[in-house]
T-cell receptor, first 115, second 111 residues
Framework: GAGVSQSPRYKVAKRGQDVALRCDPI?????LFWYQQALGQGPEFLTY????????KSGLPSDRFFAERPEGSVSTLKIQRTQQEDSAVYLC?????????????FGDGTRLSIL | GQQLNQSPQSMFIQEGEDVSMNCTSS?????WLWYKQDPGEGPVLLIA?????ELTSNGRLTAQFGITRKDSFLNISASIPSDVGIYFC???????????FGKGITLSVRP
């Protein structure tokens, strides 16, 4: 497809379960970003990849959060031992080149609900 | 950390009216972006601004990069029902690649 694709669109998990969220960026885009959006808030940065290298993970809220992009295209955000406060929309974005100040193009997100 | 301030949280206008939204920061940003988000979807880029003082249009939308580099505004002219949604300002400081977002303004358009 032409845009950023995320799956699943909705995920419900019980507290303590592990979840994996997938992002397929725009083809050829070097940079990939993950954001967390709580209800009624703007997206907040989690982590950034340039190709397969994770260059910034300063926004990951705890060591239960882990992201990878092993071949420099598809990325997976994994959350271990989920907690209720992890409930949010997780957005993936990509941009064509490396480096700052380029517009980022977003997917429609995965809405995660932890029961 | 840096914060972008958007207020009010909600705006209600009549179809056909113009509306202006402001975004301010206590820190300098070197790029400003405006996004629109519809329910259940991701943010969609409306306008990108790269230079202080820059004024850019995209159809009925006009945005400006403030000369102090600490603010930006978005103007929508002749509003239509499909303008309903949440409008976010976002910016880069230049120190890294992460986008900082405001909390968004929910726009309602009465027919």
């Amino acid at each position: 497809g032409a845009g950023v694709s995320q799956s699943p669109r909705y995920k419900v998990a019980k507290r303590g379960q592990d979840v994996a969220l997938r992002c397929d960026p725009i083809s050829g885009h070097v940079s990939l970003f993950w954001y967390q959006q709580a209800l009624g808030q703007g997206p907040e940065f989690l982590t950034y990849f340039q190709n397969e290298a994770q260059l910034d993970k300063s926004g990951l809220p705890s060591d239960r959060f882990f992201a990878e992009r092993p071949e420099g295209s598809v990325s997976t955000l994994k959350i271990q031992r989920t907690q209720q406060e992890d409930s949010a929309v997780y957005l993936c974005a990509s941009s064509r080149w490396a480096g700052g100040n380029q517009p980022q193009h977003f997917g429609d997100g995965t809405r995660l609900s932890i029961l | 950390g840096q914060q972008l301030n958007q207020s009010p949280q909600s705006m209600f206008i009549q179809e056909g009216e113009d509306v202006s939204m402001n975004c301010t920061s206590s820190s300098i940003f070197n790029t400003w972006l405006w996004y629109k988000q519809d329910p259940g979807e991701g943010p969609v880029l409306l306008i990108a601004l790269y230079k202080a003082g820059e004024l850019t249009s995209n159809g009925r939308l006009t945005a400006q990069f403030g000369i102090t580099r600490k603010d930006s505004f978005l103007n929508i002219s002749a509003s239509i029902p499909s303008d309903v949604g949440i409008y976010f300002c976002a910016g880069f400081t230049g120190a890294n690649s992460k986008l900082t977002f405001g909390k968004g303004i929910t726009l309602s358009v009465r027919p």
